[in-house]
Structures are given as structure tokens and as C-alpha cells.
């Protein structure tokens, strides 16, 4: 058993290494495309309940949000579809996906436009409760 033998199991242990990396990464990819799916399609469904609000008596069938007027229901989806571009952000963050000069560029956007106006005085008007968890969800992962 000369030295010839070591190096071939060596060989053998690093490529069985490496195929067992890949297929962990594989998985992991394949596991990021499903979940970014999904938040896709449910931003096409609130996509579609700004186009078409008839629809909005289907998924609320008890009528909670009936009495609203519509701009304020036209703004509540807006939201919805708002905070998953912020989830998936914080994503790409998270994962290492994006720089920290893009990351900054996005937080400066989020603290610029979406934070600085109105819409963070909103609260006490309809869906307060719901909006201001929403609001300082986004706060926590903006590093002020």
C-alpha cells in the first residue's frame, strides 16, 4: 500500500465531499425557488383584488373589510404587496444574496419612501393594529 493508494482515497473522499455539498446546495436552491413562488403567486392574487375588487366578497365572505371605502382597501393591498418585496429583501439579505451597498440602497428607499410620509403616522385609522405590527416589523430589520 504505497503511497499511490492514500492519494486515490484522498481523491475518492474529497469528490464524495463535494457531490454531497452540491446536492445540499441543489436542495437548499430548490427550497428558496419554491418559497419565492409562492410569495410570487400571492402578490399576483393581490394583484388581482386591486384590479378586480368584486373579488375581495370571496375571500372575505363575513364581510370584515366591507364597510371600508375603497381607497382605503385599494392601500391595504398595496401594503400586503409592499411587505413582501420587504420580506424578500430581507431575504436576499439574510442569505448573503445581495451586497451592502445594494442592502443600504434598499433600506435608504424604505426609510425614504415608505417610513418618512404618511404612511407611518397611519394607526389609528383603519386597520391601525394590523398596519403599525407591519410597520415595526420593518423597523426591526432596518438598522437605524
Same mark, same amino acid.
Given at each position: 500500500?504505497?503511497?499511490?493508494?492514500? %492519494?486515490?482515497?484522498?481523491? %475518492?473522499?474529497?469528490?464524495?465531499?463535494?457531490?454531497?455539498?452540491?446536492?445540499?446546495?441543489?436542495?437548499?436552491?430548490?427550497?428558496? $425557488?419554491?418559497v419565492l413562488?409562492?410569495?410570487?403567486?400571492?402578490?399576483?392574487?393581490?394583484?388581482?383584488? %386591486?384590479?378586480?375588487?368584486?373579488?375581495?366578497?370571496?375571500?372575505?365572505?363575513?364581510?370584515?373589510?366591507?364597510? #371600508?371605502?375603497?381607497?382605503?382597501? $385599494?392601500?391595504?393591498?398595496?401594503?400586503?404587496?409592499?411587505?413582501?418585496?420587504?420580506?424578500?429583501? =430581507?431575504?436576499?439579505?439574510?442569505?448573503?444574496?445581495?451586497? *451592502?451597498?445594494?442592502? $443600504?440602497?434598499?433600506?435608504? #428607499?424604505? *426609510?425614504?419612501? #415608505? %417610513?418618512?410620509?404618511?404612511?407611518?403616522?397611519?394607526?389609528?385609522?383603519?386597520?391601525?393594529?394590523?398596519?403599525?405590527?407591519?410597520?415595526s416589523g420593518? =423597523?426591526? #430589520?432596518?438598522?437605524?
Open positions: 500500500m504505497g503511497s499511490a493508494f492514500w %492519494l486515490q482515497n484522498v481523491i %475518492l473522499l474529497v469528490t464524495l465531499g463535494a457531490v454531497v455539498w452540491q446536492l445540499i446546495q441543489v436542495r437548499r436552491a430548490t427550497l428558496r $425557488d419554491a413562488r409562492a410569495v410570487e403567486d400571492h402578490d399576483r392574487v393581490n394583484e388581482l383584488l %386591486l384590479q378586480y375588487p368584486q373579488l375581495n366578497r370571496f375571500i372575505d365572505p363575513d364581510g370584515n373589510y366591507a364597510g #371600508w371605502p375603497r381607497d382605503e382597501d $385599494d392601500f391595504a393591498t398595496l401594503l400586503t404587496l409592499a411587505l413582501g418585496r420587504f420580506e424578500r429583501l =430581507y431575504m436576499f439579505q439574510r442569505e448573503g444574496v445581495v451586497d *451592502k451597498a445594494l442592502w $443600504d440602497s434598499w433600506v435608504r #428607499w424604505v *426609510k425614504n419612501t #415608505w %417610513l418618512a410620509g404618511p404612511i407611518s403616522q397611519i394607526g389609528l385609522g383603519f386597520g391601525g393594529s394590523i398596519l403599525q405590527l407591519a410597520v420593518i =423597523y426591526q #430589520w432596518i438598522d437605524w
